[in-house]
C-alpha cells in the first residue's frame, strides 16, 4: 500500500492580508469548526492568533515568500502539492491563479 500523503500547515504560506475577511480563526476556533486539522503536520507549532493581520503583514512579499520558497527547497519529496490563494500565488509563481487552477513551480 502507497505512503499517506502528509499534509502541513505553514504560517509562511497563509494569504497575504488585504482585507478582514483574509484573517483567519483563532486556532482554538478552528480546531472546533474542523477538528481534523490538529492532525496535520505543524499544527501544534501555530499560535493562537496565526494569521495574519493589516499590522503584521505589510512585509508579507520580503519575510514571508521567501522562507516559504526555502522551506520547499528544503524538502526531500519530489512533489509537492500546495494550496493556497491567487495573490500569494502571484507572488510565488508570477501568476494569479484563478480557483482550482494548477500551475507548476519548478524549485
Not at 3 to 18: D, F, M, P, T, Y
Not at 67 to 94: D, N, Q
Request: with cysteine; charged share 30%; net charge positive.
Amino acid at each position: 500500500m502507497p505512503n499517506a500523503a502528509r499534509v502541513a500547515l505553514l504560517r509562511l504560506h497563509s494569504e497575504r492580508w488585504s482585507a478582514p475577511c483574509d484573517e483567519g480563526l483563532p486556532k482554538s476556533k478552528l480546531v472546533q469548526a474542523f477538528p481534523f486539522v490538529a492532525a496535520w503536520e505543524g499544527f501544534n507549532e501555530l499560535p493562537e492568533n496565526w494569521t495574519p493581520t493589516r499590522e503584521s503583514d505589510s512585509r508579507w512579499r520580503e519575510e514571508r515568500v521567501p522562507h516559504f520558497v526555502a522551506w520547499l527547497r528544503a524538502r526531500r519529496e519530489k512533489r509537492i502539492c500546495v494550496v493556497g490563494h491567487g495573490a500569494y500565488f502571484k507572488e510565488l509563481c508570477g501568476a494569479h491563479l484563478k480557483n482550482c487552477e494548477v500551475a507548476e513551480f519548478p524549485l
